[in-house]
């Protein structure tokens, strides 16, 4: 019997779990605390390994027309102002070579239609009160308008960001600190010297100042970083508005020659570093920003929450499918969701700590960066980003496109070995090839949920597998060998082997909980 799955919050992390684990065969059941969906966006960046794991669940084209996906950007170093693009990047492995600038409620706005359009509707104003594991199941307490209601579902997933209720329920820790840097958010009208779209980008003594031409309630949405004020304001929360004036004063010590002509909206958000100490708990588990906390930093907040997603979902569903009485939970399938996300976490925390500590940070080594080493630098910039290749290397490390999982208990080398390609736990890249008397992408290819078999053109026809409705098999005819590759519902390869053994690709299947 198929177990029914809670999602607890429907940001961009619950969203695309719900849809990923539903587009599984899951049963799925979304409940969200805000009575409304309507909220101001504090993301606005959509990487390309984000766009790829969307792409088999229908998303991608509806996000592309939200988004601008040939961002250019006015580089402000001191006295010197360096144009920089990020359209059509020099990433041949991808479908998306390229930045996307689009704003969190738009993305949001996205996946809950999709999931509305599959008969699922966000439960609003519906908040979860309590949750705890019992044998077979966990067992959740719900309060809406409606009155009190106590549930029981096969898994809950805790969506519900930094002071996330499963995670309080779980007892996990929660480990990090606050940043002595605050984030100040406007929507505003500006009068200046402000070139076209373009959005500007001011490197300072006293931080960083981001302007794009993506305001909800304005034309022009502001990012500011400043020194933390002395106020408690909730680390990751809309905290209190800040006046025009101050406002003002941020935009005059960056340096930016513009005037605000009217503030429709503001809000100062305390930033932390931190990660669960856990990402799973029994039936119970975490993701997004319940699991981990972010600087703003490279953009990572929405794109690793999605990416959590994407990863868990089917797993969820596979696992919810089975047969499965008693206290029993399927171990390395529910286990490697922990062994291959928080790692990842930990990686992108590193990175988003120092890229922010260069940024924001007033100490006088990176003040003296941004207001005396950089603007030197500036007249290598365009050489620097005229080198394609240099680019997509930092392109591609933010896009967390190489980010692998073969450490992972759902990664498994075949016997014989198969040459060359991409490894087990690797993402696959794209790339053109030759498939069922076609030409085509590979990422055509998975552009569908499931797991997705790829027979090598002298490899037998796997005619004794027990398919399920989740297993798709393409016989690729521009590659040679008698092997294949069998890639999971993310994009990650899961096992591949040098014959089309069939005894082994069931043996992983099974284990996957793709089987039958």
Request: positive net charge.
């Amino acid at each position: 019997m198929n177990q029914p799955i809670l999602v607890a919050g429907a940001g961009p992390a619950g969203l695309a779990l719900a849809l990923q684990a539903h587009a599984h065969g899951a049963v799925v059941r979304i409940v969200d605390r805000r009575p409304e969906a309507v909220r101001p966006s504090r993301a606005l960046i959509l990487h390309a390994r984000t766009l790829e794991v969307l792409r088999p669940l229908g998303v991608t084209r509806a996000l592309l027309d939200r988004a601008d996906i040939a961002p250019a950007a006015d580089l402000r170093l001191g006295s010197r102002v360096v144009r920089v693009t990020f359209g059509d990047l020099a990433l041949p492995d991808t479908a998306f070579p390229h930045l996307s600038l689009i704003r969190q409620m738009d993305v949001e706005r996205v996946l809950a239609q999709a999931l509305a359009d599959r008969g699922v509707e966000v439960e609003r104003g519906t908040e979860l009160i309590s949750v705890r594991e019992e044998p077979g199941g966990v067992r959740a307490v719900l309060r809406s308008p409606a009155g009190s209601e106590e549930a029981r579902f096969g898994f809950a997933a805790g969506c519900d960001g930094p002071a996330s209720t499963v995670r309080a329920q779980t007892g996990l820790g929660w480990t990090g600190r606050l940043y002595p840097a605050e984030i100040v958010l406007a929507d505003a009208e500006l009068d200046g010297d402000l070139a076209g779209d373009a959005a500007q980008v001011v490197a300072g003594r006293a931080g960083l100042l981001f302007a794009f031409r993506l305001g909800e309630r304005a034309t022009w949405r502001l990012l500011g970083t400043r020194p933390a004020a002395s106020e408690r304001v909730m680390p990751g929360s809309f905290g209190p508005a800040v006046s025009a004036t101050d406002l003002q004063a941020l935009i005059d010590a960056a340096g930016l020659d513009a005037r605000v002509t009217e503030l429709v909206w503001s809000a100062r958000v305390r930033v932390q570093r931190r990660v669960a100490d856990r990402f799973r708990r029994g039936r119970l588990f975490l993701a997004g920003e319940a699991a981990h906390a972010y600087s703003p930093a490279t953009g990572q907040g929405m794109n690793a929450a999605i990416q959590d997603a994407a990863n868990l979902g089917w797993k969820l569903a596979f696992a919810a499918a089975r047969s499965c009485p008693g206290a029993c939970a399927p171990g390395p399938l529910l286990d490697s969701y922990d062994l291959e996300r928080r790692p990842a976490a930990r990686q992108l925390l590193a990175m988003t700590n120092l890229a922010f500590w260069a940024e924001a940070a007033t100490g006088p080594v990176p003040s003296a960066f941004r207001a005396r080493l950089a603007p030197l630098a500036a007249p290598l910039l365009p050489a620097l980003a005229g080198q394609p290749r240099l680019v997509a290397a930092g392109i591609r490390l933010v896009s967390q496109l190489g980010v692998s999982y073969r450490g992972s208990p759902l990664s498994a080398e075949g016997t014989p070995r198969r040459r060359g390609g991409p490894r087990a736990g690797d993402r696959l890249p794209d790339r053109l090839v030759c498939a069922d008397g076609r030409s085509v992408r590979l990422h055509d290819l998975l552009a569908r949920p499931g797991v997705h078999i790829l027979l090598d053109r002298g490899a037998a026809w796997p005619g004794d597998l027990a398919l399920s409705r989740f297993v798709h098999v393409h016989r690729l005819t521009s590659v040679p060998g008698r092997g294949l590759v069998a890639v999971r519902p993310d994009g990650y390869v899961g096992f591949r082997s040098g014959t089309a053994d069939i005894r082994q690709l069931t043996a992983w299947l099974t284990r996957i909980g793709a089987t039958g």
